[in-house]
């Protein structure tokens, strides 16, 4: 079975960093491409980051590029996003979430239960 | 980028019913890139369809979808109480991927 858990979630004041990581476990994680998922209190989903399995390929919103890094430790099976300059519109539960491709960008089959971000003074 | 609109926003219907829902792309989307999820209370989202009309593993075939181009349906044949959710559409043709802003379907 896939899992998906994410930590390092937490309040944090404007401008200041956090760093959310991501442990899967029930699959071959360098199989597949990864990435970060986030919805904001009461709204949609918006795509943050992705990143294919050895990490030649990465990606951002237009709306945390520049502040977010995402990547991934292979040997650990664990996904990073280090989230810098954070603002208050970046206050959002986080998924990690699991690709079905490695290679490329597809859709999601796999979803953790998120990690939430609170971005306030 | 992609701009998906789901319509309706929600979606009053009764058990039993027939559930119809849209996604429009604002430009064609490649290959038939589209997907959707489900999303109940409280719980991270579910993948239903990809490639447009192929269901997920374990999906039931009450869940079908359909379309190409720019317009996108998503169809529940006979509503079941669990499937009382919320629902998004999501393109991965185009980078980036976006999802649409999702479609409510409550209990009438």
């Known amino acids: 079975e896939v899992q998906l858990v994410e930590s390092g979630g937490g309040l944090v004041q404007p401008g200041r960093s956090l760093r959310l990581s991501c442990a899967a476990s029930g699959f071959t994680f360098d199989d597949y491409a990864m990435h970060w998922v986030r919805q904001s209190p009461g709204k949609g989903l918006e795509w943050v980051s992705g990143?294919?399995?050895?990490?030649?390929?990465?990606d951002y919103a237009d709306s945390v590029k520049g502040r977010f890094t995402i990547s991934r430790d292979n040997a650990k099976s664990s996904l990073y996003l280090q989230m810098s300059n954070l603002r208050v519109e970046d206050t959002a539960l986080y998924y990690c979430?699991?690709?079905?491709?490695?290679?490329?960008?597809?859709?999601?089959?796999?979803w953790g239960q998120g990690a939430l971000v609170t971005v306030s003074s | 980028e992609i701009v998906l609109t789901q319509s309706p926003g929600t979606l009053s219907l009764s058990p039993g019913d027939r559930a119809t829902l849209s996604c429009r792309a604002s430009?064609?989307?490649?290959?038939?890139?589209l997907a959707w999820y489900q999303q109940k209370p409280g719980q991270a989202p579910r993948l239903l369809i990809y490639?447009?009309?192929s269901r997920a593993t374990g999906i039931p075939d009450r869940f079908s979808g359909s379309g190409s181009g720019t317009d996108f349906t998503l169809i529940i044949s006979r509503l079941e109480p669990e499937d009382f959710a919320v629902y998004y559409c999501?393109?991965?043709?185009?980078?980036?991927?976006?999802f649409g802003q999702g479609t409510k379907v409550e209990i009438k």
């Open positions: 430009r064609s989307v490649s290959t038939s890139n």
């Open positions: 999501q393109q991965y043709g185009g980078s980036p991927q976006t």
């Open positions: 979430v699991k690709d079905v491709g490695y290679a490329d960008f597809l859709f999601f089959d796999s």
């Open positions: 990143i294919t399995w050895g990490s030649f390929k990465i």
């Open positions: 490639g447009a009309s």
